[in-house]
């Protein structure tokens, strides 16, 4: 069976990081844009953080942008995370996703910008999510 695996969640206090990983099961991450993607209590969806299959170029969010930063680590076959400076809007749980489609350039933002059903119909796979709580 396919599925995406998330790891690295849990609690920490305003200002610290944490380290997110994807990993697939049973397939490889290598040719897929992978997005993560959170969502907290009451609030929709959304994309946070998107790596391209096809030429690794990367989009943040500009809630995420400067503090978090997403990498492919092709030894290990996962798409990691790295979240420094957290802040409480960041407590959510954080979801990866793989999409089959070729993006290049900036056009990785249209993974990211996905919302609702067009979000859904368009991953291949998605992950069960890992719990983010930042709060001292």
């Known amino acids: 069976q396919f599925q995406l695996v998330e790891s690295g969640g849990g609690l920490v206090q305003p200002g610290g990081s944490l380290r997110l990983s994807c990993a697939g099961s049973g397939f490889t991450l290598e040719h897929y844009a992978i997005g993560w993607f959170r969502q907290a209590p009451g609030k929709e969806r959304e994309g946070i953080s998107c790596?391209?299959?096809?030429?690794?170029?990367?989009y943040y969010a500009d809630s995420v942008k400067g503090r978090f930063t997403i990498s492919r680590d092709s030894a290990s076959h996962t798409v990691t995370l790295q979240m420094n400076s957290l802040i409480p809007e960041d407590t959510a749980v954080y979801y990866c996703a793989a999409d089959p489609t070729d993006y290049y350039g900036p056009t990785i933002q249209r993974m990211c910008q996905m919302t609702g059903t067009a979000l859904n119909d368009a991953m291949d796979y998605w992950g069960k999510g890992t719990l983010v709580t930042v709060s001292s």
């Open positions: 790596i391209s299959g096809s030429d690794d170029n990367r």
